[in-house]
């Protein structure tokens, strides 16, 4: 039986231009989708197959890139800018 597709909030064109547009490394863009899909430290640790310490120095560079305090400050940036995105682009 096929698993089913895990659902996502931005297509992924939308994600790898938004990840780009954040200066967002591989890893980084990954660790940021898993939290939008609302996955816990230890979710996203298990499922990058890397350690909990690994996962929190990708958070904590990613909160000094962004200039944000904490997982909800990061998750707000990502639809500011997504936002912010879609009002510079649209007619």
Partial sequence: MEEPEEQTIFSR??????????????????????????????????????????LRTYLDRMFEKLSVGDRCELIVHIFREFRAGCNSGCP
């Avoid at 939308?14 to 939008?36: G, Y």
């Fill in 13 to 54: 064109s939308e994600w790898n231009e938004l990840s780009e547009k954040l200066c967002l490394s591989p890893r980084q863009s990954q660790v940021a989708s898993l939290l939008m899909l609302g996955l816990s430290d230890k979710q996203i640790s298990a499922r990058m197959d890397i350690s909990h310490h690994t």
